[in-house]
């Protein structure tokens, strides 16, 4: 996920999840920002699209329908 504003600091959680994972501090995208409407909507399609049978896909489904009641 990218950052949604041009804010330059990272947060005590973000930072501790980049270190966890080895990201470097300068990269764009967020490790700890949930996604989105849209961005929910799009990752189901594509996990649909890519494994129309598989459990992946219905636990994007489930928790797209848990953040979204």
């Known amino acids: 996920m ?3 504003s041009g804010h ?3 947060g005590r959680r973000e930072r501790a999840a980049r270190a966890a994972i080895g990201m470097p501090a300068r990269h764009p995208e967020l490790v700890t920002r949930r996604p989105g409407r849209a961005e929910w909507r799009l990752l189901a399609a594509w996990g649909a699209e890519l494994w129309p049978h598989d459990e992946y896909t219905a636990i994007i ?4 329908r848990q953040d979204h009641p």
Request: hydrophobic share 50%.
């Open 8 to 10: 330059c600091w990272l």
């Open 2 to 4: 990218t950052r949604k």
């Open 61 to 64: 489904a489930e928790a797209w």
